[in-house]
């Protein structure tokens, strides 16, 4: 499925999405220090998710080059299986181009087809332009993280309903 997913998005610009291994380490910690660099994930921690089998990560490529990636788990909340969204990282040059949205929209379905109901994510109350995307993507602010990233850096968790594959199903 993910293999093959490529959508236009402009003029010979095609986003094709691919599931994140190992042999991608190097590239995904150049990118996560380019993108957050005072709070980027180690190259150890970037390892272990790529490895650990609740953790999914995937790559976004335009034109064969690498633009972004998104890190995503399954965990247990309140007695029911959750996605939780951990970073979603673009490169500069390929902002605003519907790289994160693609790739939150491919999460998202690898979320549900495992068994997620519902997704949270945290987001720094400065990034404007994540929290904007969330909104466009359904996602409600539940909770202010006071000193969440570190002193004065704060935090927002945000919750989206995924919608199931029993609410997609037609009733018989």
Sequence with gaps: MLEKDATP???????????????DLDRLHRIEIEC???EAFTRLQLEYILTFPNFMS???EINGEVAGFIIGSLEVYNDKVVGHIYSIDVLEKFRRKG???KLLNEMEKLLVERGA???????????LAARSLYKKHGYKQIEILKDY??????????KKQLKSNSQNRKVE
């Design 58 to 60: 995937l790559i976004a």
């Design 117 to 127: 109901e519902e997704c949270y994510l945290e987001v720094r109350v400065d990034n």
């Design 9 to 23: 998005k402009y003029k010979g610009l095609c986003i094709t999405i691919r599931r994140a291994t190992v042999r």
């Design 99 to 101: 790289v994160a949205s």
């Design 36 to 38: 957050f660099p005072e």
């Design 149 to 158: 990233y570190r002193e004065g850096i704060h935090g927002i968790r945000l």
